[in-house]
Each structure stands twice: as C-alpha cells, then as structure tokens.
C-alpha cells in the first residue's frame, strides 16, 4: 500500500493511502474537535466542527475543510488550530448553543472556544441532527428503524417514512452513540421503546442474540452493557 | 426537406407556445392552404430563439423577416399580404420604442444584433424533432469526425486547448475534469448531463433542450468516447416536459440512425443513454446529490473527495457536465479549439448564455461572447429599464449569486471579474433591478429561497440561514441594531466559509454584496427607521396630505380594510393603526395626495 508524507502542525507524519486529516491528527495525539464522526461509520462531514486549514503543494492560500471527511495528500500541509479556525468553530457554535441550549456536551465544547451565549433566539432542541443515531442503526446494527425526514430546517430523526418500522431492536446503539443525549430508550408496559427523537415506537426481538429485550431485568441504563 | 420559396420558423419554445404559437401554427396552416401555397410556403417548428417578451415570433427565411406578437386574427392579413401578395407587414414587425419606424430584419434587431450563438447555433433555425435537420446543419459531424480520426487523448487535449469551463455553476475547465475521468481505470464508466436547472429565472438549458436536443446527444457520445464511458444519464428537471419529450424523441432517433448503441459508427465505441427525471429538488443540481438522487437515494450533498471522476454513480468513475456546456463540444470539435479561443478574455473562453429578466425592456434568452459588459447585456441587448426608471443593481448567477451595483456596471463579464465584484457566473442568470427595488429585502428574498432549499444536512446551512434570514427580518421590520450588521457580517462568512456544498457556501453572497455596495440602505433602515425604496412595509406610513386631498373618495372606496374616513369634498384621514400598507389608496388618488412616507 502507498504511503503518505504530510505535515500537521508543522509536525510531519507518514500514514497509509485514505487515511483522513483526523485519524492522522490523532495519531501525532493532535486533538480535534468532532460530533457527527464515529471511528466504526462511514465519514459523513456535516457538524463542521473539525474544520482545519490545509494548502497543498505550492499554493498560497489554504482552504478549510472537515477534516474527518478528508483524505491525506502528498504534502500537504495542515493546522488544526488558529484565529480563522478558532472563529468559525465559534460560529458555528453560538448556532448550536441556539439550537440546544439545554445540551450540556455541546455547552461544554462552546466554553472551550470562549463561546457563553448565542446571539440568537434559542430554540429547545437537544438533537443537532449529526445523524450519529441513523447511520449506526443502519451501519452497525443493520435495523434501519431510524431515518431522517424532510429537509432543511425541518429535518428530523424518525422512523423511516414516518411509520415505526418494527425493526428496532432496542439494542440502544443509538443511545451511546448520540453526542447531545438526544435519542432515549425507554420501558413502557414492559415494552422499551426507542425514542427516536420524537416519535416513539416499540422494539422487537433482537435477531442476534435472540434475547427478548422486554424481560424483567431490562436495563435502564444500557451503558451498562458495553465494555468499558 | 422540401424546396419550398419561403421557409416560416415559428418558434415553438415554451414561452411561446404559453402564448398561443400552436393556434398560430394551426391558422397559418389553413391560411396558406387556403391560398395554394403549400407547395411555396412551408411551416417549421422550431426551438425557442430567445425573445420570450415578444412570443409568439417568427422568422421568414429567406429575407430574414421577423415578426412578432402573432395572434390567430392577424394572420389571414399576414397570408395575403407577406406570401401572396410579397408585402411583409410592418404592424407585425418589431420596433424599439413607440413611433420608431419598424425594423424588419431579424438581424438589424438589437436584441439580435450583439448575439454569437454558439451552444444555441440552431435555435430558431431547425425543427428540433427532425434529426435530419440537425445532421444538414453539421450535426453529428463532429463525432463522425473524432471516431475517424482521433484517438481519445487527441480529443481531450483539444477541448483542454478550446479553454471550455463548465457551463453550470462553477467554471470548472472541462478538458481537465475529462482527463480525471479519463485517468480512472474501470471496466464501467458513466457519462452525465447536467439538467436540473433549479435557478429561479434562468431557462437556458431548457431552451437548448428544447431548440436544439441533438447537440447535447452529440455532446455526450464526444465526452463518452474521450473518457471511455459506455453508459449516459440525462438528468432532468420533471417540469420541464416538452425538454424531456424532445430529448427522449432525440434518443430514440438517434438509436435508429445507430448513432447511439453499440459500435457507433462501425468503430469500437459503445453508447447508450437513458433519462431521468429529477425530483424537484434545486439542491438535487449538485453533482453529489444529483448522483444520489439517480442511484434512487435521498438527494443530499456528500463532502468531495472523492470526486465523481474518482467515484461517481454506484462507485464509477462519472463526468457530469451542464447542458450548455456539452452543446459547446460538437462546434469546438468542428471548428477547432483556436477558433473556440479567439473568442472571450484570458481566462473564460467563447460564449455564454444569460437568461435577462426582471426590470428591463426585453426579458429572453441571449448569447454573448465572454468579456462583454453588463452594461451592453442591460441596455443595447435589453433595452434598459422600462417606465424610464433608473437602474440600481443586476444580480448575476442566480439567488446564490450576488448583487452588482450601477458603477461596475462596465465590467467585462468573466468568472474571474464577477468573483471579483462578489458575485458569480452560476448557470447565466441575470435578474435586472430598478430603483424601486429595497436591496434588504432583495438579499431576504433570497436568503428565503436557499433557506427553504437547503437539505439541512451540514449546521452552517441549516442553521446559519435560518439565523441570517431572522437577523433581515429584524432589519426589514424596524427591530434592526447596528449590531446586528456586525453578527450578520460574521455569519455570513461562517456560512461561507464552513458549509459542506456550494448552496450553502454561495448562499451568502446577496447579503456580503449588498453589504458591500449598498450598506447605506441598511443603515437607513436601522438608524432611520426607513426604507429608501418604499418596499419594507414595517417602516413606510401612508397618510393623506389635506391640502392636496379633493375628497374625491377613491381612496376610501378601494381600501380593503376601511381605514380611511371622510366626507365628501372634505380631506380624508388614514387611520395608522388599521392600514396594512397595501398601498391601493397610494395608487388610486389622481390628485397625488396619498403620501407614502
Ligand atoms: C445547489 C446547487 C445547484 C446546482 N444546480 C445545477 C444545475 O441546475 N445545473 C447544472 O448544470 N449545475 C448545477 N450545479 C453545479 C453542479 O454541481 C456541477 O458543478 C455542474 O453540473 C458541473 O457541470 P459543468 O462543469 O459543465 O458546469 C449546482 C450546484 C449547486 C451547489
Ligand atoms: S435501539 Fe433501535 S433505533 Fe436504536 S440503534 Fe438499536 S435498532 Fe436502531
Ligand atoms: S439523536 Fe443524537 S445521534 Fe441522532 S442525530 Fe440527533 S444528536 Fe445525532
Ligand atoms: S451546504 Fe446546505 S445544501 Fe449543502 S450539504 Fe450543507 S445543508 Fe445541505
Ligand atoms: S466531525 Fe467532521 S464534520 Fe462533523
């Protein structure tokens, strides 16, 4: 396989073809922020908090792209941090704290980049639509009991087509993997039911395990099924 | 074809055939069946030349008259006195202002005059069902010739040479987006055809589609030999259903004539096309969501790269081009890229087509080589602003483009030069403003298109527009701080800078220029609390100056909420709280004594 020679933050760095601006970041334990990336699903590129600079070869100006989504190049050069990147991670997240301001995980990243209010109206979402929830269900666990619907400013998580699909498997994959806490799952008359933001609808019997998720010592919490 | 003394191409574009071409068809059939002249007079129905404002038009060729405005009750007259008699008819002739004598020929038109017509070389000349048509004017001569003659390389380098940039938005050199597809080894590639065309106003490759389908097919089988694709799609907006009739006609004779199939012209070259209709999406015209939207998945933007070169349609390699820009290939082939680069300015080669309309004399379709000025584009081609109202600004390339104001009005058009100004070429749209137009409310306009548009998938898009077209409520409603320019300002460059795809990254382009050229109209807005064009209807009042008022009681019997009250021959009074500014009284007072302030 062909290897790659870049320079982030002025630190150079060799990785394998298709390796992305992240992944190496984080091998050199250079830290960028992320909310809609996952190391287990397939690069999506839609919270634009991980934006850095990158200029390629000989050409003056750089440019910012989102770094999870984008492949290394033959010396390229990278930051991850300055006043440009600083500002428009701020931008962009004076419009997520309007978005969510009851959300703890994404007041806490505002706070890193000096952001303490929005300039504008807040709303009272917790979900910030990073599609986390849908594309592990989809990816992962292979349900696809979860979708988004609509578009621009109404798009939502729900059930496909807007009918519970009867696929979920109340495995709660989706609740672990949401940044913001958005997505619940929940025991009703001893059925859990998956929120899916903002329709509920009811499990089935997981097809791997084959365990009936409504017995009696069905976790509140399922955290506390996955290895720590 | 038939040899026939006089040829009439009457346009059967959509804007005419809105306007009755096809009843006028039908008349002058009977009309010169009824006078013995079909054996002299034929009758062709042709794709949109372009003159919209004045449909239906005809050309009678061979003297090149041009009529205009055609109605069913005109042409018993037309008949007798043009094909029997050899009168052509001055009433029907166009003139450029009232009492200006007529001009009769197509080609001393202004609106005509200034046109090269390259993409759209046979608008108006053809019948665009007849592929034999098509092929007597050079058609598919150009493919004949690279089959024979030049290997695959030999045909990219010359539309590289040819300097064509993508005729769709970005101005993208083709040559090189060729040579990448080109350069992607797979057994299947894929060729696409660009044709959503969701621009409010723009309707240039609807017309290309339309007038001339043939050049497009011709078009792709060039770039599918270059770039070794043996599968094609033509995107296509579903309004657009005389296009998509005519191009499937298109498809389908080119099948029979074996120019689309298998071993195209007895050479080892393989093609077949299909068309697919879009989803109505303007969002859907991006590359990215386009080729979801054909794989029958939702259509929404993904980050490039990879680019579709690399990994287009089901993971091949694909090259999409606009419509406009593969009808640019066969001419270029034809004649040669140095003939193609005499044409234009240093960096943008040949021609380009604008759709003009909004607030000038002539709306319609015109083709003009690069480097023109906008100010010929608006007042030679478009006769300037009607009513004798003065200019105020042009935005060029559609809702995503930006806001150009009179004294840059000499620049040459290019990508270079309008980027620089803060607009953008995009697909030729070009929306002429008068003075009567708020620029606020124009980039709220605006901004609610793409806000609406947007798929909502990336936060800066989504959310950014959303905050953007509040912070212009706020302005245009009278709640607006100068704060609230410097937040604007800044989101606008985070938008700008941080969303995923061009919607999002070109959205804010008519609040930066109008910011920038037209910043005092905001500061009105907000430190005066009014707006200069009385538009915002937040910040204008209506009252009734009583020295001026008759007490002719017009105002008061048209206003719909009955806010006005007075007696006869006394002045009449608007009471403010219940006026909805809807300005009929405005209108209606011949003594203009209704203030609108
Ligand atoms: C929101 C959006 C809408 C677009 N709509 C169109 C369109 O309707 N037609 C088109 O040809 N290109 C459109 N484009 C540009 C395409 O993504 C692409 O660049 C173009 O089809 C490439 O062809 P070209 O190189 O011949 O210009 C759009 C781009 C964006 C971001
Ligand atoms: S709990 Fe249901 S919706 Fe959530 S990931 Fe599992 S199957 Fe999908
Ligand atoms: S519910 Fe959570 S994981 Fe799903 S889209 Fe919303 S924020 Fe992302
Ligand atoms: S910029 Fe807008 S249209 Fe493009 S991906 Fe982001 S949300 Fe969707
Ligand atoms: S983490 Fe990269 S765009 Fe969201």
């Known amino acids: ?228 | 074809m038939k040899t026939c003394r006089t040829h009439l191409l009457l346009c059967a574009g959509t804007g005419c055939v809105s306007n009755g071409a096809f009843e006028v068809m039908r008349s002058l059939e009977e009309e010169i069946k009824r006078h013995n002249l079909t054996e002299e007079v034929s009758i062709v129905a042709t794709g949109c030349n372009g003159f919209c404002e004045r449909g239906p038009t005809m050309v009678v060729q061979p003297d090149g008259i041009f009529y205009q405005r055609l109605t069913v009750d005109k042409v018993p007259h037309l008949v007798e006195e043009h094909f029997l008699k050899g009168r052509p008819v001055k009433e029907l002739m166009y003139t450029e202002a009232k009492g200006r004598p007529p001009v009769p020929r197509m080609n001393d038109i202004e609106f005509f005059r200034h046109q090269v017509l390259i993409a759209l070389r046979n608008r108006g000349r053809i019948d665009p069902e007849k592929i034999d048509e098509y092929i007597a004017n050079d058609g598919y001569a150009g493919l004949a010739r690279i089959l024979k003659e030049m290997s695959p390389e030999e045909v990219i380098s010359q539309i590289k040479k040819s300097g064509l940039r993508g005729r769709g938005g970005a101005g993208f050199p083709t040559g090189m987006k060729w040579e990448f597809a080109r350069r992607s080894a797979a057994d299947l590639k894929y060729i696409v055809c660009n044709a959503d065309e969701g621009d409010p106003g723009a309707f240039m490759d609807r017309s290309i589609l339309e007038a001339d389908p043939h050049s497009v097919l011709e078009g792709m089988l060039i770039g599918a030999y270059a770039i070794g694709a043996s599968r094609g799609f033509i995107y296509i907006r579903e309004e657009y259903p005389l296009a998509v009739e005519r191009i499937k006609r298109a498809i389908r004779a080119a099948e029979e004539y074996g120019l689309l199939g298998e071993r195209i012209f007895g050479a080892a070259f393989d093609f077949s096309l299909r068309v697919v209709r879009g989803a109505g999406a303007f969002v859907c015209g991006e590359e990215t969501a386009l080729m979801a939207s054909i794989e029958g998945k939702m259509g929404r933007p993904r980050p490039r790269p990879p680019f579709p070169a690399e990994s287009g349609l089901w993971g091949c390699p694909t090259n999409i081009n606009n419509v406009e820009t593969w009808s640019n290939v066969p001419v270029i082939i034809l004649r040669g890229a140095d003939w193609y680069s005499s044409i234009g300015t240093p960096s943008s080669k040949g021609t380009k087509v604008f759709s003009v309309v909004g607030k000038v004399e002539n709306t319609g379709l015109v083709e003009v080589p690069m480097g023109i000025t906008l100010r010929k584009i608006i007042f030679d081609i478009g006769g300037g602003i009607p009513g004798g109202k003065r200019f105020k600004a042009v935005q060029t390339g559609g809702p995503s483009g930006g806001c150009i104001p009179e004294n840059k009005l000499d620049l040459e058009v290019d990508y270079e030069q309008l980027a620089e100004a803060g607009a953008i070429m995009g697909s030729g749209g070009l929306i002429v403003m008068d003075e009567d137009t708020c620029m606020v409310d124009l980039a709220r306009y605006f901004l609610a298109f793409l806000e609406d548009e947007s798929c909502g998938k990336c936060v800066p898009c989504r959310e950014g527009l959303q905050r953007m077209h509040e912070i212009l409520d706020d302005i245009t409603e009278g709640r607006g701080t100068m704060d609230h320019l410097v937040l604007l300002e800044r989101l606008a460059n985070t938008v700008k800078k941080a969303s995923l795809c061009a919607l999002g990254s070109t959205a804010p382009n008519p609040v930066l220029t109008t910011l920038r050229y037209f910043r005092d109209e905001y500061e009105s807005h907000i430190n005066e609390g009014r707006c200069p064009a009385g538009v915002c209807k937040a910040l204008i009042r209506f009252s009734i100056d009583p020295e001026a008022c008759t007490g002719c009681t017009a105002c008061r019997k048209v206003c719909p909420t009955d806010c006005i009250a007075g007696e006869r021959k006394q002045p009449h009074k608007i009471d403010p709280d219940r006026c909805i500014k809807c300005g009929a009284c405005h209108e209606v007072c011949k003594f203009n004594a209704v203030r609108k302030t």
């Open chain 1, 1 to 228: 396989m062909m290897t790659i020679k870049l320079k982030i933050d002025k630190q150079d760095i060799e990785v394998p073809e298709g390796t992305t601006i992240l992944e190496a970041a984080r091998m050199l334990g250079i830290r960028i922020p992320t909310l809609c990336h996952h190391e287990a699903l397939k690069p999506y590129g839609a919270c634009r908090i991980c934006l850095v600079e990158v200029r390629a070869g000989t050409a003056r100006a750089s440019t910012l792209v989102a770094s999870c989504v984008f492949p290394v190049r033959q010396g390229l050069e990278v930051t991850t941090d300055s006043d440009e990147i600083r500002e428009v991670r701020a931008g962009l997240l004076e419009l997520l704290l309007a978005r969510c301001p009851g959300s703890r995980q994404i007041r806490e990243l505002a706070g890193e980049f000096g952001v303490h209010e929005t300039p504008y109206t807040p709303r009272d979402h917790l979900c910030i639509l990073c599609g986390l929830c849908v594309r592990v269900c989809d990816e992962i666990v292979g349900a696809r009991a979860i979708d988004f619907s609509f578009r621009g400013q109404a798009l939502d998580v729900k059930p496909p087509l807007l009918t519970p699909a009867g696929t979920c498997i109340a495995c709660g994959t989706c609740t672990t993997v949401c940044p913001t806490e958005a997505v619940k799952l929940e025991e009703i008359a001893r059925v859990p039911y998956g929120h899916a933001v903002s329709e509920t609808h009811p499990g089935e019997r997981c097809r791997v395990c084959g365990t009936h998720p409504t017995k009696p010592e069905f976790p509140a919490n399922y955290d506390d099924w996955f290895p720590k």
